[in-house]
């Protein structure tokens, strides 16, 4: 971007620029890194560098104005009515943009003198975080801005502060090293404010590449520790931030931090940001980011929702509801008595088919009143956010009507207790105040019903029967001129004007009444003082009515804001109603069940399936999902030692279904904790505190790594991390290097989760050597994906049960894959010189299965002699040598390697 310090020439050699671009060119100088939008008129505009980016960013023209040290100024510009979009894609681009408006009527201006200019000011600066209006936001996604702070240099203590600045949420989540990655990962911020000073942090350099354009890096002062109380404090008008919760030092520098960047970016606008709220570290399931991916909890691969969990389970109707569910499945929880309150609200909704329906239909296209409330507080929002809470409170009654005089679990009962929280005067006052077409902006009136209130009344009767008073004179007009073609009309220019056929405008002028204004190609137009009279009274009584809808509209705002606090406790409680509701219609509709949830260690699932494959199975009309079990629970109790979960190794075939076995149980465990039913005849489930989940590649390769180093890295972390009540799904550990490596590292891994962090695991492997580890270690069962042969053929049952695959059908699987005939050909030659190989050899090395593997890794060829200098050199005694015999053997050993 074209550095417009160095533009603004103090001493220009060609003349100073305009006064305006002087102007423009000093607001610039403020935001080298935005894009500037200008004020003009209609228009925002841009200039210099920043018009040149924007028309390759947005497809506009670029155009010229003027000059500046003698070059031409690029220009190009979007209309302000439709700017929305071309933000979003500038945002979504990467951009930030400095949105600059005229701050001063320009009948002001002009009292300076002919020379001036507008007043101009950025109003707020645009960016990926602090995004507000409808059209630039997912309905069904929260948009975090977060900050990251520390204190006390690399190793200090951290946190992480996010908002959604659409909604008011505000939280503040103390962090470390080992769970920062997975922390920000559940936050998925759109934005991610960090201290300048961290730039160079090796440890955080995978963090901030994954990132991207979302990383904003900002001076360490907005991170000061030492003020950040001071600073919360006078943001939220309170003398001490006792009554928040406790909050360590680090907290509130990151707390202190986003409320700075927020006052960045939104000036005067002031953000109604809800109280922020302490996330407890244990109260959640710690998923870290490979996991997230692996599982494609609420991304698929790709980074889309589609084909994600969430956009299988989401039957929410709102986008409050959506939001709400996102979120949890980003924050498992891990309290047993919170995800039975969850599971209560699902519960009972399953109960009643008629009821649960009825309220579907109720939330259904509820408007979004935590986005109309921010959108209000930051004096962005229209008649129809306004609308939107009157709407609201409707739909809040509707729903307390539906559920009146029933039984309900504690979550629904509070939930009820939220629709009612807004003050009945708020709705009453928004019902008798708004019409019913409620315009996008408030700019040109029109919003406020009539009978709201005498004095507009009384000024729009003035000013509609003035223009009836208008079609009377046309009339009496063409009856005194007799010009039949006469008309009365109306523009921005001239204003009211009469219009006749130019050949008639000699007989109109010659009247003496009506004064020429313009001549046009085939008509001539004309005022009288009789319009200009009404003209006057008409735009009198416009911007009187105006003025008055403007008024109502502040005092509609104001009556909103002062009851922000229980509208958004009445927006969440919808939100959590669609949640339970929408499990519940996913239970019903597709047998899924309420699982146990407690503090056990147990695993047991009966009859699980996964979610997204069953559905797109169902999709693809062909043969169904074939439900598994599994069991991880810690063997039967009654031992001495203190019981911990189990370790399924699952061997199988290629395609046999392994991956999705893995995954399939993860995705249960989570959607337990979420207080969600699970896709199984029967589960029970110890929580989980932390899950691995390592299946698919994962791609890495942008950071520098290799998929094998990758692999390994995440490896470590799951055996550094695992505790007895982490859950790990591990799919082929080892498979990136060579069979000997890998199956030795796969070998190893499964006996360390076994023997020191006894998690409960799901290992998959093409090592069947390693099946032989169940006879070593007590909670370690085989597990098979079954398979039939028929005709040569393989046929895929999908079906885990004990035991032990006997071999992989890769080169079957490779048939269905399409490889050369020829390939196929020779790659069963070689099986069979290998498996041949591998009967016939013996030895002592064969007992332990890790050796029988590395003989069957060997190829089929013969094996290579070492060099002839290098059996000599072994042949060497040194001991028995005499200094020349030794020199005659270097010379022999020499004449080796040279022959
Ligand atoms: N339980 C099941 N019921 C029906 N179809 C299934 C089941 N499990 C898997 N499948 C089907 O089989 C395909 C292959 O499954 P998956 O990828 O889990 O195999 P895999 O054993 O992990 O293979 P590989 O070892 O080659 O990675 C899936 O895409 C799915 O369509």
Not at 244 to 267: N, S
Request: charged content about 25%; some cysteine; proline content about 5%.
């Amino acid at each position: 971007m074209l550095d417009i310090a160095r533009t603004i020439d103090p001493s220009p050699v060609e003349g100073a620029p305009t006064p305006m671009m002087a102007q423009y060119l000093e607001i610039k100088a403020a935001y080298p890194d935005a894009l500037l939008f200008y004020r003009m008129g209609d228009f925002y505009e841009l200039f210099f560098e920043d018009a040149v980016e924007a028309s390759r960013a947005l497809g506009i023209t670029l155009t010229k104005r003027g000059k500046h040290l003698g070059a031409d100024i690029p220009m190009a510009g979007v209309p302000v009515v439709s700017s929305d979009d071309y933000l979003q894609k500038l945002i979504a681009g990467g951009y930030r943009v400095a949105v600059c408006e005229q701050v001063e009527d320009p009948a002001e201006a002009k009292k300076r003198g002919g020379k001036s200019v507008v007043r101009r000011d950025v109003v707020r600066l645009v960016t990926p975080g602090t995004l507000t209006e409808e059209a630039l936001l997912d309905p069904a996604r929260a948009n975090h801005l977060a900050t990251l702070a520390r204190i006390g240099g690399p190793r200090g203590a951290m946190a992480i502060a996010f908002c959604d600045l659409s909604t008011g949420l505000f939280r503040i989540a103390p962090t470390d090293e080992d769970r920062l990655f997975a922390d920000i990962a559940a936050v998925d911020p759109s934005e991610l404010v960090v201290p300048d000073t961290m730039r160079e942090d090796e440890a955080l350099r995978p963090l901030f590449s994954r990132l991207g354009r979302a990383l904003r890096f900002e001076p360490a002062v907005l991170f000061d520790g030492a003020s950040a109380s001071e600073r919360l404090c006078r943001f939220y008008g309170v003398a001490t931030l006792d009554g928040f919760g406790a909050f360590e030092r680090v907290e509130m520098a990151a707390g202190a931090a986003l409320i700075g960047y927020l006052g960045r970016t939104q000036f005067e606008a002031r953000p109604t940001l809800m109280r922020p709220e302490r996330v407890e570290p244990d109260r959640f399931m710690l998923i870290d980011p490979a996991t997230r991916a692996s599982l494609e909890l609420t991304r698929a691969v790709g980074g889309r929702r589609q084909g994600s969990l969430l956009d299988t389970i989401d039957r929410c109707v709102s986008g409050a509801g959506s939001r709400l569910l996102a979120s949890r499945l980003a924050f498992p929880l891990t309290a047993t008595a919170e995800i039975a309150r969850r599971q209560d609200a699902v519960a009972w909704m399953t109960g009643d088919n008629r009821l649960r329906r009825s309220l579907r239909e109720a939330l259904k296209g509820l408007p979004d009143i935590e986005r109309a409330l921010s959108r209000l507080a930051l004096d962005r929002g229209g008649p129809r956010d306004l609308g939107a809470v009157a709407e609201a409170g409707e739909r809040a009654r509707l729903l307390a009507g539906l559920l009146d005089g029933r039984e309900v679990p504690a979550e629904v009962g509070e939930a009820l207790a939220d629709l009612a929280a807004p003050p009945t005067e708020l709705a009453a006052f928004l019902g008798a105040t708004l019409g019913d077409e409620l315009p996008l902006r408030r700019g040109e009136g029109g919003f406020v019903g009539s009978g709201a209130c005498e004095r507009l009344d009384e000024a729009r009767r003035l000013r509609d029967e003035s223009r009836l008073v208008l079609g009377d004179l046309q009339v009496r007009y063409i009856a005194e001129t007799g010009v039949r073609a006469l008309k009365i009309r109306h523009n921005n220019v001239l204003g009211y004007f009469v219009e006749v056929p130019e050949a008639q405008g000699a007989s109109l002028q010659a009247t003496g009444v009506f004064s020429h204004r313009q001549t046009l190609a085939s008509a001539m137009r004309f005022t009288t003082p009789e319009l200009a009279d009404l003209e006057g009274r008409i735009a009198e009584a416009g911007s009187i009515a105006l003025k008055r809808e403007l008024e109502l509209f502040s005092a509609m705002r104001a009556a909103v804001l002062a009851a922000a606090d229980e509208l958004r406790r009445m927006a969440d409680a919808f939100g959590r109603l669609d949640v339970a509701a929408a499990l519940a219609e996913l239970a019903v509709s597709g047998n899924w069940t309420r699982p146990i949830v407690d503090d056990s260690l147990a695993f047991r699932v009966e009859g699980g399936r996964h979610p997204v494959v069953e559905a797109a199975l169902k999709r693809g009309g062909g043969a169904g999902f074939v439900a598994n079990d599994c069991d991880l629970s810690p063997p039967a109790a009654g031992r001495r030692r203190a019981a911990h979960g189990a370790i399924w190794l699952l061997t199988g075939p290629n395609m046999g279904g392994k991956s999705t076995f893995l995954r399939q149980n993860a995705l249960i465990a989570v959607l337990a904790q979420i207080g969600a039913f699970v896709p199984a005849a029967h589960a029970h489930i110890g929580v989980v505190d932390r899950l691995f989940s390592r299946v698919g590649a994962s791609d890495d390769l942008a950071e520098g790594r290799s998929t094998f180093m990758v692999e390994m890295v995440e490896t470590a972390a799951i055996l550094n991390q695992a505790g007895e009540r982490t859950l790990v799904v591990l799919d082929e550990i080892g498979r990136g290097t060579a069979t000997y490596d890998g199956l030795s590292i796969a070998f190893a891994a499964v006996e360390h989760l076994h023997e020191v962090n006894r998690c409960r695991a799901l290992f998959a492997t093409h090592f069947h050597e390693m099946t032989a580890l169940s006879a070593r270690l007590s909670r370690l069962s085989n597990a098979t994906v079954r398979v039939r042969e028929w005709e040569g053929e393989v046929v895929f049952l999908h079906e885990v049960g004990p035991g032990v695959a006997d071999r992989s059908y890769g080169i079957q699987v490779a048939r269905l894959a399409g490889l050369p005939p020829v390939v196929l050909d020779r790659a069963r030659q070689v099986l069979g010189e290998l498996e041949k190989g591998e009967r016939t050899g013996g030895g002592t090395l064969d007992d332990l299965p890790l050796f029988s593997a590395a003989r069957a890794a060997a190829p089929p060829v013969a094996a290579a002699r070492p060099p002839p200098a290098l059996e000599a050199l072994r042949a060497v005694d040194p001991d028995a040598m005499t200094p020349r015999d030794a020199l005659e053997t270097l010379y022999r050993l020499k004449g080796l390697l040279g022959s």
